[in-house]
């Protein structure tokens, strides 16, 4: 039976309904830059006592500026958003503390920002408000007799790992352990396994949302059907905060892993590429893969280091196999880095891990629909040849798409994206040593880099790599299903309490 829609009251204190307390309220502050910037209505802090009040009505703690873990449950992943400081954070134990802390926020005018992972590639996951966050909540709990899978809203990539491993099971899933499991699947999910079993929000079978009204609210296939539908792919952070999820599983099989790397400047790597990319265009559904074009700086090319070719992912089949798919690229020239081994799921995947430290960079995408044509290669290397180089890295990267996500219909799930073969990012990476003319050259190259490649693309964008830059973001992210998340979004939160830069308007 649905769990039966729940309100939390604030105790001494009525909540303040009306369109001019909405009006007033927002959960994140619009996009942040390197300082972060106020996207919204400036505030006046609660004086100490609504904090003490805030405070008693959590089972989680409440942290302030003064406390001792306040820094550490502050830090983004993206540290351009770093100087963007809370007055609070809400640790939330369960439901009804994020309820609470939803209705404090409306009551008091307190702009908030919920976090899972805090991985947000524009800092939304960050405010001067109040804090939402749910890394108290990170419970995973498998179900052998359904195959299904549920995590609190909290969960990392890294305890949804451990579950499923002990399982001999699998989702579709990211490389980043410390990925917040909620964001990664509300944008849809992308992974190694997509090809073959589609994207991680098409296994996401019922979800529990806290709405702007301080409802509890089960989601599945007879329970709010609409707003299960826009949490596959709809972005975080539009609708409420979601507080678990279950998961459709599949068994774990065995698996080829692979690393291979091109740095040979002899033949070009425009050469290996050109070959490499419609190779794996052409490869079966079980092989998933990410290929970068890696920059070099100028002082790397000064000493005749050219655009490097990386390439990682999986097949679900043997070496031989492997080879076989690759066999045009290696035509033409033999990578000079090779590591493929034949594991089980769990160790392979332990092999492809990703787990680089906070950094600052800025990530911008589009989807393909099939390989880049010689033309667009020539763009591509000329572009990535004439980077101005930072402390960092560039690259121009692709992960494969197809298969099984395109054999769901656009309409199918709030994630429009069902044509692609390609999603192509351009990718930049600095320091916190790179100067301010540094990073402004480099900004602009990309930028330019990625107008240049658009004529190419679909003009689409994939809503998890988060772009604070782009033009019509609402057509690139949403696409034709627009227009229904924004009915969904005007019924569940009418005021907008829920509202950042990039965030779904009501109808």
Same mark, same amino acid.
């Given at each position: 039976? %649905? ?13 303040? %309904? ?56 502050? %830090? ?25 802390a939803i209705l404090w926020c409306r009551e008091l ?154 740095? %040979? ?192 693309s679909t003009r689409g964008a994939y809503q998890n ?26 019924r569940v939160d009418p005021g907008g309490v829920f ?9």
């Amino acid at each position: 039976m %649905a769990p039966v829609p729940q309100r939390t009251h604030l105790g001494r204190r009525r909540f303040l %309904a009306g369109s001019a307390a909405l009006a007033l309220t927002g959960c994140r502050f619009g996009f942040p830059e390197e300082v972060a910037s106020s996207g919204q209505e400036a505030f006046a802090p609660p004086g100490e006592s609504a904090w003490r009040h805030l405070a008693a009505n959590l089972s989680g703690p409440l942290l302030r500026p003064h406390d001792f873990d306040f820094a550490k449950f502050n %830090a983004p992943y993206n540290l351009r958003y770093a100087r963007t400081r809370p007055h609070g954070i809400a640790l939330c134990a369960t439901s009804k503390d994020v309820a609470t802390a939803i209705l404090w926020c409306r009551e008091l005018r307190v702009p908030f920002a919920a976090r899972s992972g805090g991985h947000s590639y524009a800092g939304y996951s960050t405010t001067r408000g109040l804090l939402i966050d749910l890394s108290m909540m990170r419970s995973a709990h498998f179900d052998p007799s359904t195959g299904g899978v549920r995590i609190g809203g909290g969960a990392r990539n890294q305890d949804l790992y451990d579950t499923l491993e002990r399982a001999n099971a699998a989702i579709t899933h990211g490389r980043c352990p410390s990925v917040g499991a909620a964001g990664f699947l509300l944008g849809g999910g992308i992974g190694f396994n997509m090809r073959e079993h589609g994207l991680a929000c098409d296994q996401l079978v019922a979800s529990e949302m806290v709405t702007a009204d301080g409802k509890i609210v089960a989601l599945g296939a007879t329970d709010n059907p609409d707003l299960l539908w826009a949490c596959r792919g709809g972005g975080g952070g539009n609708f409420g905060i979601n507080t678990a999820f279950t998961l459709q599983a599949f068994p774990a099989q065995p698996l080829t892993v692979f690393k291979l790397r091109w740095t %040979a400047r002899s033949p070009a790597p425009e050469s290996v590429f050109a070959a490499l990319m419609p190779a794996l265009d052409r490869a079966p559904d079980g092989f998933g893969s990410r290929v970068s074009l890696g920059a070099a700086t100028p002082a790397e090319r000064s000493a005749g280091k050219d655009v490097t070719i990386s390439l990682i992912g999986q097949l679900t089949g043997n070496r031989k196999a492997l080879d076989e798919i690759l066999a045009a690229a290696y035509a033409v020239g033999r990578p000079q880095h090779i590591d493929i081994r034949e594991t089980g799921y769990w160790q392979g995947q332990k092999f492809l891990e990703e787990n680089d430290p906070p950094g600052y960079f800025q990530e911008r995408s589009t989807f393909l629909v099939r390989p880049l044509s010689a033309q667009a290669l020539g763009v591509a290397f000329e572009w990535l040849r004439h980077w101005p180089g930072t402390g960092a890295a560039a690259d121009l990267r692709f992960f494969q798409t197809g298969g099984r996500i395109n054999a769901v219909a656009p309409t199918a799930t709030a994630f429009v994206h069902r044509d692609s073969r390609w999603i192509m990012d351009v990718g930049l990476n600095w320091t916190a040593a790179d100067s301010p003319i540094v990073l402004r050259r480099n900004r602009e190259w990309q930028d330019a880099f990625y107008q240049a490649m658009l004529p190419f693309s679909t003009r689409g964008a994939y809503q998890n790599f988060v772009d604070p830059s782009l033009e019509n973001w609402q057509q690139a992210y949403y696409g034709s299903n627009l227009a229904r998340l924004r009915r969904i979004k005007s019924r569940v939160d009418p005021g907008g309490v829920f509202r950042f830069a990039q965030g779904i308007q009501p109808a």
